[in-house]
Nanobody
Framework: VQLQASGGGLVQAGDSLRLSCAES????????MGWFRQAPDKEREFLSA????????RYADSVKGRFTISRDNAKNTVYLHMNSLKPEDAAVYYC??????????????WGQGTQVTVSS
C-alpha cells in the first residue's frame, strides 16, 4: 500500500483547506483511512478516521466540528476538509491506512506528510 498525501500549504487563520491522500493499489476500499498531524516538538496526534465504505467516521475532540473526513473509493482517495483553521493547526499532516478502533484507527501503512502552515 502506497499513500501519497497532498494539498498542504500556507493559509491564513480562518481559511479552509482540503488535503488529499491517494492510494496506488487495488485494495483501497478494504482499508479504513485516517489522518494524523505532528507539530514541531509534539507527538503525532490522531485527527480523524473513516471506514472502508465511508459510513463510519471518527474525530478527535480537537477538530470535531471543523474538520470533515470523506473518501472516494472510485478515485482511491481520502480527503480531510479543514475549516476555520487556526495557527495551532499548523503541522505536518499524515494519512494512514488500517483498521478502525472504537475511538480511532490502528494504522498499518503511512503516507508521507504534507505541511500545513497557518498564519495569524
Amino acid at each position: 500500500v502506497q499513500l501519497q498525501a497532498s494539498g498542504g500549504g500556507l493559509v491564513q487563520a480562518g481559511d479552509s483547506l482540503r488535503l488529499s491522500c491517494a492510494e496506488s493499489g487495488r485494495t483501497f476500499s478494504s482499508y479504513s483511512m485516517g489522518w494524523f498531524r505532528q507539530a514541531p516538538d509534539k507527538e503525532r496526534e490522531f485527527l480523524s478516521a473513516i471506514s472502508g465504505g465511508g459510513t463510519i467516521k471518527r474525530y478527535a475532540d480537537s477538530v470535531k466540528g471543523r474538520f470533515t473526513i470523506s473518501r472516494d473509493n472510485a478515485k482511491n482517495t481520502v480527503y480531510l476538509h479543514m475549516n476555520s483553521l487556526k495557527p495551532e493547526d499548523a503541522a505536518v499532516y499524515y494519512c494512514a491506512a488500517g483498521r478502525l478502533t472504537p475511538t480511532a484507527i490502528r494504522t498499518d501503512f503511512w503516507g508521507q506528510g504534507t505541511q500545513v502552515t497557518v498564519s495569524s
